[in-house]
C-alpha cells in the first residue's frame, strides 16, 4: 500500500456514519449487511447510507454483492489487513517486545 492509498481508505473512515458502517459490517463477515439493514441500524435516511457506502467502495474498503433484487455490502478484508500492516509496518522499530501489547490486542479478534 502507498500513502495516497491509505490517505483515500482513512479519509473515507474519517466521517461518524462511515466510520459506523464500516464497524457495523466488519462484525457481519462474512454474510454482510443490506443496504437498508445498514441504514436501519444506524438510523440514516437510505439514500443518506448509499452515499457513504460508495464513499467507502471507491476507497477499496468496502465491496457490494447483488443477492436477486438486494444489494450486500461486505468488508474488504484484504485491503483491511493492508491498511493496518501498514499503519504499523515500522512499529517499535523492529522491537518486538514493544509491539506484544498491539498484536495480543488483534490476535483474539483474528
Known sequence: M?????????????????????????????????????????????NTMSVHL???????????ERRSRVVNFRVELDQLKTLTLFLVKDCCGGNAALCAPLIAELAPCC
Open 54 to 64: 460508495a464513499t467507502l467502495s471507491r476507497a477499496g474498503l468496502i465491496r457490494s
Open 2 to 46: 502507498d500513502n495516497d492509498s491509505a490517505i483515500a481508505a482513512l479519509g473515507a473512515l474519517a466521517q461518524g456514519t462511515r466510520l459506523d458502517a464500516f464497524r457495523l459490517l466488519v462484525r457481519h463477515e462474512p454474510d454482510g449487511l443490506a443496504v437498508g439493514e445498514i441504514a436501519k441500524a444506524l438510523g440514516v435516511p437510505q
